[in-house]
């Protein structure tokens, strides 16, 4: 069965610093992969998706995502991190089924931002 | 209107009520889902309805029961819950194809649920 893993449960940066965000998957091929960001009180907004091709991806807000097939890492990266990135962010692994797509996804990280 | 709405925000129920909650698409998706969102666990998917057919029942209690009159709008029926019941409910649309993956999936703001 496909899973995902989220090491870091929560991650303090302080403003203007760099971020990263770990993501791991177990899945039988290659996967579509996903970073979700979830505000307080809020639903899941996508900051970007892999699908094929250049395995650097560009998303939203700045945000950028590496997939290593060799590592089974899709993390998520941003160089300058701003107090409005402070939420909770969760990578998912696409199922692909022709009758409805399975997310599943890992735990997810909650960036809290120093100023 | 946003893409996926969700009514009500917030829900407080005792264990003997009968509620239901509300999704609405406005992105001409095809297929819509519900996911439960608790405290300490990841997001999990609960039902999959595409072309107003459930294709997916992730083993989710009979206390649940989704509804999907139409491409555009689902529901899910609550009775009788449970206190761990209480979580956010997330719905989601996306659009699909004939055995490709076409759009990622849209989510509503979710409707917290309080089992009291």
């Known amino acids: 069965a496909q899973s995902v893993t989220q090491p870091d449960i929560h991650i303090t940066v302080s403003e203007g610093a760099s971020l990263e965000l770990r993501c791991n998957y177990s899945?039988?091929?290659?996967?579509?992969l996903f970073w979700y960001v979830q505000s307080p009180g809020q639903g899941l907004q996508l900051l970007l998706k892999?699908?094929?091709?250049?395995?650097l991806v560009q998303g939203i807000k700045g945000f950028e995502a590496e997939f290593k097939r060799s590592q089974s890492s899709f993390n998520l990266r941003k160089p300058s991190v701003h107090w409005s990135d402070a939420a909770e962010y969760f990578c998912?692994?696409?199922?692909?089924?022709?009758?409805?797509?399975?997310?599943?996804f890992g735990g997810g990280t909650r960036v809290l931002v120093k100023p | 209107e946003t893409g996926v709405t969700q009514t009500p925000r917030h829900l407080v129920m005792g264990m003997t009520n009968k509620k239901s909650l509300k999704c609405e698409q406005h992105l001409g998706h095809n297929a819509m889902y519900w996911y439960k969102q608790s405290a300490k666990k990841p997001l999990e998917l609960m039902f999959v309805?595409?072309?107003?057919?459930?294709?997916e029942n992730n083993s989710v209690p009979s206390r649940f029961s989704p509804e999907c009159p139409n491409s555009s709008h689902l529901f899910l029926h609550l009775h009788t819950l449970q206190p761990e019941d209480s979580a956010l409910y997330l719905c989601?649309?996306?659009?699909?194809?004939?055995?490709?993956?076409?759009?990622?999936?849209?989510f509503g703001q979710g409707t917290r649920l309080t089992v009291v």
């Open positions: 899945y039988g091929a290659t996967p579509y």
């Open positions: 989601a649309s996306s659009q699909q194809g004939q055995g490709e993956w076409n759009t990622e999936a849209f």
């Open positions: 309805y595409n072309f107003k057919e459930q294709t």
């Open positions: 892999y699908f094929s091709g250049d395995t």
């Open positions: 998912a692994v696409a199922f692909i089924k022709a009758a409805g797509n399975k997310l599943t």
